[in-house]
């Protein structure tokens, strides 16, 4: 008697089964969005740069487009991660209306891949050298995406930023190798 109830006491408990069976069809759609946005902002810029005949585009190979303001020829080192860079920028839509000024913003100094900013901000500032300005054509998804910023920049905004470095203050490792 104490066998059986031993046995009968021994089995785990069963598994329930889920109330709902997740089809993944959600995370497709999403999928199949995302890459229409992107196609069309990447007409917008490609409208842009098009119909801009005094500026030279570069594509970054991230995903950005820019053009040099003003550039360093004379220097060689681009900023390196850990790099401390005094810089600013100023970021508007593809109207050209102002959503941050670089008065709003200010001169600020950023440790390179230590602190927060917007992705395609962060990849962009590793092309410059030091007194260089350049603007940059980002789509949404390499600004504030889908989220927004909570404040001045809604939902699937593609920006444009000009950015000015005046500083590179070089990572002692970086300057060994």
């Not at 005949?53 to 995903?63: A, Q």
């Not at 440790?111 to 260089?132: A, P």
């Amino acid at each position: 008697m104490i066998m059986a109830i031993s046995l009968i006491g021994c089995q785990g408990p069963e598994a329930r089964r889920p109330i709902e069976v997740k089809t993944g069809s959600y995370f497709k759609e999403s999928v199949v969005r995302n890459k229409e946005l992107l196609a069309n902002e990447v007409k917008l810029i490609e409208n842009i740069i098009s119909k801009d005949t005094t500026n030279k585009y570069i594509n970054s190979g991230n995903g950005s487009w820019f053009y040099y303001e003003k550039r360093n020829e004379e220097d060689t080192y681009t900023i390196q991660p850990d790099d401390l860079v005094t810089m600013t920028y100023c970021l508007t839509d593809f109207n050209n209306d102002t959503i941050y000024s670089a008065k709003e913003i200010g001169v600020f100094k950023y440790k390179v891949d230590k602190q927060e900013l917007f992705v395609g901000l962060r990849n962009s500032i590793k092309l410059l050298k030091e007194n260089e300005t350049a603007t940059f054509l980002y789509p949404s998804s390499l600004g504030y995406g889908y989220h927004g910023d909570n404040n001045k920049i809604e939902t699937n905004v593609p920006l444009k930023a000009t950015v000015s470095i005046f500083k590179i203050e070089k990572n002692k490792d970086s300057i060994q190798n």
